[in-house]
């Protein structure tokens, strides 16, 4: 068990001159681990991981691992995703208290009465949810895969759509659906400053605005671009235009950066701050550190409930295929 659980990870000492890439490489080749990173982690994290993606990227490549040990440098439900769907293996997250504000803006129990109380309607849950809310879903959908999935269900099927306001409202708007929305919201895409945005437009006549479809309305209004980190980053590399401002959590233009070295990238930054970007809180509290103790001592693992489990894998299975085959 997590020796450190009250304070959600393995705080064993490393000494100051470790080489922590040579140490980690080293660990996760004798141990057969896998290290997953999201967009959002920093950039050696990023750097060091077999694989960065997005989430649907990461639930993807979690599914089809044959590692022993799989390491989500991610935030809570990521890791919580990778057990559900791969229950026989050991699912380590560096530091557990990495969550989310939008998976919290969405209680298991609250939201079960809310479907409780809208008979008839099928339940699609942005996978920024809990094991529990998945377990009572049909169909979880990321940003990079909701719009495509809410299409293939027939034009007057009632859905309700969980729990991002901005997400579902977007996807409302572009496919004409009226799907009933579960309020809640990401606290750093809430934060998207529309004025300090347009201030940048001015200074930047040239740039594109590009943001994630969790920001408010107001900001997507005004970008030339909405999608998910994946279909951002990809917009970056195909897109014509030299400058790009980033409405979304800025860890991601390390790998624009990389794609595209010739390009610059500005962070849209937040409301009340004085901070140029904007960054999330929950993800940035895995490290460097926190990824090689994690590796080297085994933990904090996730489990899951086995009844949960299994309840929250079916609709994670029915995205995962539908995704399949849509090609995504
Ligand atoms: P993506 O699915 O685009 O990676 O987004 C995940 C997320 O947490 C956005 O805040
Ligand atoms: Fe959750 Fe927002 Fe952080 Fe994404 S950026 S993990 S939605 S709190």
């Keep these: 068990m997590l020796k450190n659980e009250s304070i959600g990870y393995f705080d064993a000492p490393v ?3 470790m080489n922590l890439v040579e140490e980690i490489n080293k660990l996760r080749k004798e141990k057969n681990a896998v290290i997953l990173a999201h967009y ?3 950039g050696d994290i990023q750097d060091i991981a077999d694989f960065v993606g997005d989430s649907l990227a990461l639930a993807q490549w979690a599914e089809k691992t044959t590692a022993d040990i799989l390491i989500m440098c991610g935030v809570h439900f990521m890791g919580e995703t990778a057990k559900i769907l791969c229950p026989n293996k050991k699912v380590l997250v560096p530091d557990l208290n990495a969550g989310c504000s939008l998976a919290d803006s969405c209680p298991a129990v609250d939201f079960e009465k809310f479907v409780k109380d809208h008979p008839g309607y099928t339940v699609i849950s942005y996978v920024n949810t809990s094991a529990a809310v998945k377990a009572v879903t049909d169909i979880v959908v990321t940003s990079t895969n909701a719009k495509q999935i809410v299409e293939s269900l027939p034009e007057d099927e009632k859905i309700i759509f969980g729990p991002d306001r901005n997400l579902g409202n977007y996807i409302n708007s572009i496919t004409g659906r009226n ?4 309020d809640g919201a990401c606290h750093v895409h809430e934060e998207f400053s529309l004025e300090k945005i347009l201030d940048l437009k001015k200074q930047y006549p040239e740039a594109e605005v590009i943001a994630h479809p969790e ?4 900001v997507l209004t005004v970008s030339d671009f909405v999608g998910s980190t994946a279909a951002l980053l990809k917009h970056t590399i195909q897109s014509d235009k030299k400058q790009f401002i980033v409405a979304t959590e800025s860890g991601v233009i390390h790998e624009m950066r990389k794609k595209s ?3 610059e ?3 849209a930054p937040p409301n009340d701050s004085t ?3 904007n960054e999330c809180n929950f993800m940035r509290l895995n490290t460097m550190k926190k990824l090689y103790n994690c590796l080297k001592y085994e933990m904090p693992e996730i ?3 086995e009844t949960v489990q299994m309840k929250a894998l079916v609709p994670i299975k029915r995205m995962l295929e539908i995704s399949k085959k849509l090609g995504l």
């Design 40 to 42: 959002y982690q920093t």
């Design 261 to 263: 070295p010739d390009k």
């Design 303 to 305: 489990f899951v409930d």
């Design 179 to 182: 799907m009933l929305l579960w």
């Design 15 to 17: 000494p100051e001159n």
């Design 265 to 267: 990238f500005i962070p």
């Design 275 to 277: 901070c140029a970007c």
């Design 215 to 218: 920001c408010k309305k107001v």
